[in-house]
């Protein structure tokens, strides 16, 4: 695996995590967490 | 058109390929409550079809499968907490089958041979294919369960929180032989899905021998 290739997956996997957290937190906060 | 008939017909996730069974097994014993999965399936698929599909270019390889899990994963969760609010009932039917569709063979399996190498367009279209011919197969499979297993049809009762109303039907009175409770079980569901699999191969067999 060249060194560019690592780069993109992890800022890839980054981008993609932060945009699943934030929007599994903006869904808790106006629609309600599961108990 | 074409790329949806197949997903219902040739490639007809339960009845030809033989995948997502743990969810069919479990939660076809109503009516309801099989559609309402077969639509949770159909709508997880279409949204993660067409991320996947957009994204396609920027995922190497190496991380395709953890980003493309942890999209559906975001995307199941989002539909539990929206299930968990508007249809508690309903959520609570469906157990852990719900959070377990993130690893449903089926979205996963489109997610990496369609999604990953297709353009949006066909992605969604091979969706919306697979998804219908999946909720068609939950609700076949369910309504006979529940008519022979229970004698009842249920098409509205979780949702009436929603709906308002309930619409339930008793299809014939309890006599010696019915209700078969056993097709209620998961081994009933077994029985069932293996006949009507028996009767798919066959109607197959036999249009490839009139072909030849």
Same mark, same amino acid.
């Given at each position: 695996m060249?060194?560019?290739e690592k780069?993109q997956a992890v800022i890839v996997l980054t981008i993609t995590a932060f945009i699943s957290v934030?929007?599994?937190?903006?869904?808790?906060?106006?629609?309600?967490?599961?108990? | 058109?074409?790329?949806?008939?197949?997903?219902?017909?040739?490639?007809? $996730?339960?009845?030809?390929?033989?995948?997502?069974?743990?969810?069919?097994?479990?939660?076809?014993?109503?009516?309801?409550?099989? +559609?309402?999965?077969?639509?949770?399936?159909?709508?997880?698929?279409?949204?993660s079809?067409?991320i996947i599909?957009?994204i396609r270019?920027l995922v190497p390889d190496s991380v395709q499968i953890p980003t493309f899990v942890l999209i559906i994963g975001t995307i199941?969760?989002?539909?539990?907490?929206?299930?968990?609010? +508007?249809?508690?009932?309903? +959520?609570?039917?469906?157990?852990? +089958?719900? *959070?377990?569709?993130v690893v449903?063979? !089926?979205v996963l399996? #489109?997610a990496l041979?369609? $999604?990953s190498?297709?353009?949006?367009?066909?992605? !969604?279209?091979? $969706?919306?294919?697979?998804?219908?011919?999946?909720?068609?197969?939950?609700?076949?499979?369910?309504?006979?369960?529940?008519?022979?297993?229970?004698?009842?049809?249920?098409?509205?009762?979780?949702?009436?929180?929603?709906?308002?109303? #309930?619409?339930?039907? #008793?299809?014939?009175?309890?006599?010696?032989?019915? *209700?078969?409770?056993?097709?209620?079980? *998961?081994?009933?569901?077994?029985?069932? !899905?293996?006949?009507?699999?028996?009767?798919?191969?066959?109607?197959?067999? #036999?249009?490839?021998?009139?072909?030849?």
């Amino acid at each position: 695996m060249k060194r560019n290739e690592k780069i993109q997956a992890v800022i890839v996997l980054t981008i993609t995590a932060f945009i699943s957290v934030t929007l599994l937190y903006l869904a808790t906060n106006y629609i309600g967490g599961i108990k | 058109m074409k790329t949806i008939w197949n997903g219902i017909t040739k490639e007809n $996730a339960v009845f030809s390929l033989l995948l997502g069974l743990c969810s069919t097994l479990a939660v076809t014993t109503t009516f309801e409550s099989s +559609y309402m999965m077969g639509v949770c399936v159909l709508v997880v698929l279409i949204l993660s079809n067409t991320i996947i599909s957009i994204i396609r270019k920027l995922v190497p390889d190496s991380v395709q499968i953890p980003t493309f899990v942890l999209i559906i994963g975001t995307i199941v969760t989002l539909l539990e907490i929206i299930l968990y609010r +508007y249809v508690p009932n309903l +959520y609570s039917s469906f157990g852990i +089958y719900l *959070p377990l569709i993130v690893v449903n063979c !089926i979205v996963l399996g #489109r997610a990496l041979n369609v $999604a990953s190498k297709e353009k949006p367009t066909k992605s !969604i279209l091979d $969706a919306i294919g697979i998804g219908v011919g999946f909720t068609v197969a939950l609700m076949v499979i369910g309504a006979i369960r529940e008519i022979i297993g229970n004698n009842t049809i249920t098409i509205i009762k979780s949702l009436s929180s929603v709906t308002g109303n #309930r619409l339930m039907y #008793r299809v014939f009175e309890p006599n010696e032989m019915f *209700p078969i409770s056993f097709l209620l079980t *998961p081994a009933g569901a077994f029985f069932i !899905i293996g006949l009507i699999f028996t009767i798919v191969q066959y109607l197959k067999g #036999r249009k490839k021998h009139e072909s030849d």
